[in-house]
């Protein structure tokens, strides 16, 4: 005679509900960082503080934020957006004001010799103007926050 407890379907539906748990949890958790993070290096180019820019799954790379006419005094340092910080928090020149990497890379915003730069996987914002990402190129911020852009060396 087949047993009536209720505990094996119980534990039935618990186990169930517990491998769809792991499945959903792995796809998420992978979906969330594929990308990897914003891989910022603070340097010197040409004599100036500059930001380089790269993001392998994204395709850029090399791209420089010079800010001509600053002083440097720091060593260079490459900074990986990953994990999360509470904001503000120091960068080697300006602090990070913004990071939500909930999906990677996520957004980042850097604020450096009142400069504010956005980096967003569509679009890199400086000064809340959109520029486009061109992997290889170097776009200088000034006071006067006019940009150039010119091939990176």
């Known amino acids: 005679m087949p047993s009536r407890s209720p505990i094996k379907h119980f534990a039935l539906a618990f186990v169930i509900a517990l491998i769809l748990y792991l499945i959903a949890y792995h796809a998420i958790e992978h979906r969330r960082t594929r990308n990897g993070p ?18 392998p799954q994204l ?3 090399n791209i420089a934020i010079s800010f001509p006419g600053q002083s440097n005094s720091f060593t260079n340092q490459t900074i990986s957006f990953n ?3 509470e904001v503000p928090f120091a960068l080697p020149f300006g ?24 980096l ?5 914002t400086l000064d809340r103007r ?7 190129h170097t776009l200088e911020l000034t006071n006067r926050s006019v940009f150039t852009n010119s091939p990176s060396q």
Not at 130 to 136: A, L, Y
């Open 38 to 55: 914003w891989q910022v290096t603070f340097t010197n180019q040409s004599g100036s503080p500059a930001l380089v820019i790269n993001e």
């Open 59 to 61: 395709n850029l790379a």
């Open 83 to 85: 994990p999360p910080q």
């Open 95 to 118: 602090q990070c004001v913004f990071e939500d990497t909930t999906f990677q890379p996520g957004t980042i915003v850097i604020v450096a010799f009142g400069h504010e730069i956005q």
């Open 120 to 124: 967003l996987p569509r679009t890199l």
């Open 130 to 136: 959109e520029q486009p990402w061109i992997s290889n």
